[in-house]
C-alpha cells in the first residue's frame, strides 16, 4: 500500500486489464478501478457484436472484474440480465483467482428495427427483467443471489440498487464504454473497444453512519428523505459523480491518475492491482459430461452428416467435436 501523490511520480502503473482497489481514510471510503482493454477487445471481437449490444456487454463485464476481484474465497461470481428485449441476455462471469469472460444474446431483427426507430438506450434494448448477481462457492456451499428488477434505469443505477438491497451498503457506481479508431504500423485505420469503471463504498467504523434514506414505496410516496445522509458519504458521491466518460477508457488517464483527480485533496492509497484474463472455464470432458446425459434419440438428433456431435462454447467459441459412441460410453 502506498500514498498514490508518491506513486504518480514513479514508474509501474497498473495499466489495461488490472483492477486496482483503493482507499480514502479521510471520507471512509473503500472501492476498485479498473480499465479494460485488450481483454474486452477479444471478449467483444470474438463474436463481431453489434456496436448497441457490445457496448452493453462491456459495462456488464467491468462490473463483473469490479466486484468478481473482491470475492475472498475461491469460487465464481455471475451477473446476468433476463429480459424480453431486443438484448434478452447478458452474462459475465469471474472465476477466481482471475478468469474473466462475457456473452451477449441478441434478436438480429428486433435489434435492427429499435436501431432505426432510435431506440438504442440501455433500457430501451434491454426491455423488462431482471438483472441478478450470483456467488457461487461450490458444490458444498450454498449460491446465493441477489435480483434486481430492470426497470428503466442504467446499469450503474441498478447495481447501486442491489449494493443497497442486499449488502445495505452505500455505493456509487460508474461505468463507461468506448470505441477508438487508430491506425497500424501499415496506417491501416483499426478500431478497439476500451471501458473503464469505478465503485466505492462508505464504510465507516461506526455502523450507525451508514444508514441510508429510505427508498420510495411508491403509492403517492414522495420520496423525501428521512434523514440526512452522512458528509462524508455526500462528498465522496458528489467526487465519483464528476467522473467523464473520456476518464475511465483513456489509457493515457489510468487507475491512479483517475483516483488523484478525484480524491487528491483528501488523500488515497492504492493497494496492489489484480490483474484479470480472458479465460474461458469450458473445456472438451466438461461437455461431455453435459452430452452424456442427453437420451439415444437426443444423440442421433445431434449427429450432423458427418457423423460427428459438434459442440461451439458461446463464450470462447471454441468448438467441440465428438463420436456417437464416445458420448454413449461416457
Not at 473503464?196 to 467504523?205: E, H, K, R, T, W
Not at 437426443?298 to 463420436?323: N, P
Request: with cysteine; charged share 30%.
Amino acid at each position: 500500500m502506498q500514498d498514490i501523490e508518491s506513486q504518480l511520480g514513479e514508474l509501474g502503473f497498473a495499466g489495461d486489464d488490472m483492477v486496482v482497489p483503493f482507499q480514502v481514510d479521510a471520507l471512509d471510503v473503500r472501492g476498485r478501478t479498473v480499465q479494460l482493454g485488450p481483454l474486452l477487445d477479444t471478449i467483444l471481437s470474438r463474436h463481431d457484436y453489434p456496436e448497441p449490444v457490445a457496448r452493453l456487454l462491456a459495462e456488464v463485464v467491468v462490473l463483473t472484474a469490479l466486484i468478481g476481484t473482491s470475492l475472498k474465497f475461491e469460487g465464481k461470481f455471475t451477473v446476468q440480465t433476463k429480459s424480453d428485449g431486443a438484448v434478452d441476455l447478458l452474462v459475465a462471469d469471474f472465476a477466481t483467482p482471475d478468469a474473466l469472460r462475457g456473452y451477449a444474446r441478441f434478436d438480429a431483427e428486433a435489434l435492427e428495427a429499435a436501431v432505426v426507430e432510435g431506440r438504442t438506450e440501455p433500457e430501451q434494448l434491454l426491455g423488462a427483467g431482471i438483472l441478478a448477481f450470483t456467488i457461487d462457492q461450490g458444490s458444498y456451499m450454498q449460491p446465493y443471489q441477489g435480483i434486481v428488477q430492470l426497470d428503466g434505469s442504467s446499469l450503474e443505477d441498478i447495481a447501486t440498487t442491489y449494493f443497497r438491497q442486499s449488502e445495505q451498503i452505500p455505493t456509487a457506481v460508474r461505468l463507461g464504454v468506448a470505441k477508438l479508431f487508430d491506425r497500424d504500423d501499415n496506417g491501416e485505420r483499426r478500431e478497439s473497444w476500451r471501458a473503464g469503471g469505478l465503485v466505492a463504498q462508505f464504510l465507516p467504523q461506526e455502523p450507525e453512519r451508514m444508514r441510508q434514506p429510505d427508498l420510495p414505496g411508491g403509492d403517492g410516496d414522495d420520496g423525501e428523505l428521512s434523514h440526512d445522509v452522512d458528509d462524508a458519504w455526500n462528498e465522496a458521491r458528489a467526487l465519483v459523480e464528476t467522473i467523464d466518460l473520456d476518464e475511465m477508457t483513456d489509457p493515457e488517464v489510468g487507475a491512479e491518475r483517475l483516483l488523484y483527480r478525484l480524491f487528491h485533496e483528501r488523500g488515497v492509497r492504492v493497494y496492489p492491482a489484480q490483474a484479470v484474463y480472458d479465460r474461458c472455464s469450458c473445456s472438451r470432458d466438461r461437455i461431455l459430461g453435459v452430452l452424456k446425459g442427453f437420451t439415444a434419440e437426443e444423440i442421433d438428433e445431434s449427429t450432423a452428416e458427418d457423423g460427428k456431435i459438434t459442440v461451439t462454447c458461446e463464450f470462447c467459441s471454441t468448438a467441440y467435436e465428438y463420436t456417437p459412441d464416445e458420448v454413449k460410453k461416457a
